[in-house]
């Protein structure tokens, strides 16, 4: 259809919708077909024009708005937060973000509000809207669709990071103002929230409006902790049992969730005091960490995974405190292992991965527990033999087997072994790179002498794993091996600890793709990345497109050739004349002939095995 033709038979409809609501139906493809192509093809004039006629339909329309709606959006697309408020008549936001409205008006109201997200001087004029801030947070705590609340609830972080007051900004503070010092929307958060209160939400969409405070919190939180924690309007956090001089955290933490009652709600309880302690923290300094511990929330959330019961509390909870406990070691490794948690930690471990062969094959991964495993700094993964550091006379690493296994054991020892993740370089560096690289430097290490202390009691880790790598049929546990692999040849190992390397009988290079050159290695992981890749041709249905097993796991037994063949080169420009020249020659003839290696006599498996 024309655009003139499309434009014209687009007004019609709308003018007959107007004149007769209760006896037209709105012709849903031709809204689509206007959205899909007016936008890009009339004058802004135009726009304009169908814009006030549209709105003026929405006044009027007894049938679904959603297509007039979706066409408004498109329209309004290039018009400014300024635009939108110079519209005569005023458009009425706070009756369209009702949460009786339709959701596509919701939708619409948040859309056009977004605007003021672009610029802090847009978001301080939104503030000064009567009854717009609040009527956001009402509709994103109160509306059942969840569309609209996650677009309502991103909104009111947009508004309030743009608005935030900080050094260079523009951010004035208003939109904070209007959240934190109008009573009455501030008072909306808690009384929303709080089970205490009569109205009519219900209690299944007050467990909602709890999730999302607790989100939404946790985003705040991390722009301005102190906000959150210090008390804003007294009567109101008294009248929802809040202690004196504490804030909308401690409402949200403490007085909010009866977790006792609603065992779900305990678990995104759990999940929220995790999200917490993500925000400003450092490997030195968390405030939220100091926070919970002052009120007696870091031990009861630890206690709910190192206790040993089997109640329905514990079945809910062990996974979401497990993944506390790991946040906690990996973003506060000084604390951690300043604490007696660390002892504990490893004491629980070492129960609840003393597992049989068969149950580590073939009964489900204790996945909370391998998560926790590779999140502790790795110098706790250690036998010490100072007094000073008590996490006990045997590591909960070495009760993960390398025979009898499953994947999540071995990309947990991948995860290990590997050390640290290399942070990327930034200019100017700022004092997170500095604390991140300090860290580093102490994960390094321990990482180097964690594997070779794990390799000193399984003598035939590398057997098994090359074994594993090599069985196509179990395709993720092969993936998982490679893996292992990989993350050896490619890790981050320094030898700064003071700590002393175990009694073995076999070298322990100071890196990883050199480890992979020695034995007790090199037996096994040099023949097998050199190999041909194994396909399933041979077998009889055996499928061969890209996304089979055989295709994938010869994907990443060459990705894992080509890490060795980068790092060899490195190696042979540092060390010209240490052998470390014919070594990269045969790796490169490998890596020349592709994924799945020069195997004559079975193109016709190769061709296959990727279902050209």
């Known amino acids: 259809m024309a655009q003139p033709d499309l434009l014209g038979e687009l007004d019609r409809h709308v003018a007959t919708l107007v004149a007769s609501p209760s006896t037209t139906k709105v012709d849903a493809r031709l809204f689509n077909d206007a959205e899909l192509i007016l936008p890009n093809h009339i004058s802004p004039h135009q726009t304009l024009d169908l814009v006030k006629s549209l709105a003026a339909l929405l006044q009027t329309i007894q049938s679904d708005p959603t297509p007039v709606v979706n066409l408004l959006v498109k329209l309004l697309e290039p018009f400014t937060f300024d635009d939108i408020l110079a519209f005569e008549p005023p458009i009425d936001l706070v009756t369209g973000l009702n949460a009786s409205a339709p959701v596509c008006i919701n939708r619409l109201m948040l859309e056009l509000l977004g605007k003021a997200t672009s610029k802090a001087s847009d978001a301080a004029v939104l ?55 109008d009573v009455d929307v501030y008072k909306l958060l808690f009384s929303l929230c709080s089970l205490q209160d009569d109205h009519k939400l219900g209690k299944a969409r007050i467990s909602l409006a709890q999730a999302r405070l607790m989100d939404w919190s946790s985003e705040i939180a991390d722009l301005d902790w102190a906000t959150v924690v210090k008390s804003h309007h007294v009567e109101v956090e008294r009248a929802y049992g809040v202690t004196e001089g504490e804030g909308l955290l401690a409402f949200t933490v403490l007085g909010m969730v009866d977790a006792a009652e609603d065992l779900l709600m305990g678990v995104s309880l759990v999940d929220f005091y995790t999200a917490l302690l993500g925000t400003k923290t450092s490997p030195a300094t968390s405030p939220p960490l ?22 329905i509390e514990s079945r809910f909870l062990y996974g979401p405190a497990a993944n506390y406990l790991a946040k906690y070691a990996e973003l506060s490794p000084v604390h951690y292992l ?7 930690v490893n004491a629980r471990l070492r129960v609840a991965l003393d597992l049989s062969p068969a149950r580590w094959a073939h009964a489900e991964s204790p996945k909370y527990d391998l998560h926790l495993l590779a999140s502790v700094p790795r110098t706790s993964l250690l036998v010490h033999r100072s007094s000073l550091a008590n996490y006990g006379d045997r590591s909960p690493l070495t009760l993960l087997p390398s025979k009898a296994t499953n994947a999540d054991v071995l990309n947990t020892l991948a995860t290990i072994f590997h050390g640290p993740q290399k942070e990327e370089l930034t200019f100017p560096p700022s004092a997170s790179n500095g604390e991140e690289g300090s860290r580093s430097d102490l994960e390094a290490s321990p990482a180097r002498m964690v594997y070779y202390n794990y390799l000193a009691e399984n003598p035939l880790f590398w057997q098994n794993i090359t074994r594993h790598a090599d069985t196509i049929a179990l395709a993720d546990l092969a993936l998982a091996a490679i893996n292992v692999i990989a993350a050896i040849t490619t890790a981050n190992w320094s030898t700064t600890s003071t700590l002393a390397m175990p009694n073995v009988t076999f070298p322990c290079p100071l890196s990883g793709h050199l480890a992979i050159l020695c034995p007790p290695a090199l037996e096994y992981t040099l023949p097998y990345l050199l190999a041909p890749a194994k396909s399933f041709s041979h077998l009889v249905g055996g499928r061969g497109d890209s996304e089979s097993a055989a295709y994938r796991i010869g994907m990443a037994k060459f990705e894992a050739l080509k890490a060795l063949q980068r790092k060899i080169e490195e190696e042979a420009r540092a060390a010209p004349g240490e052998g470390y020249d014919e070594i990269l020659a045969t790796i490169s003839r490998r890596v020349a002939t592709g994924v799945t290696g020069n195997r004559e006599g079975e193109v016709g498996g190769r061709v296959a095995t990727m279902d050209m």
């Open 290 to 311: 100091e926070w919970l511990s002052g009120k007696g929330v870091h031990d009861r959330t630890a206690e709910l995974y190192l206790k040993d019961t089997d109640s």
């Open 127 to 181: 503030a000064g809207l009567q009854g717009v801030v609040g009527a956001i947070v009402s509709c994103w705590l109160t509306t059942p669709d969840v569309g609209i609340a996650q677009q309502a609830g991103r909104l009111l972080i947009d508004l309030l990071r743009i608005d935030l007051q900080r050094e260079g900004g523009l951010g004035q503070g208003l939109v904070w103002k209007r959240v934190f010092g």
């Open 338 to 344: 300043g604490s007696h948690m660390a002892g504990k």
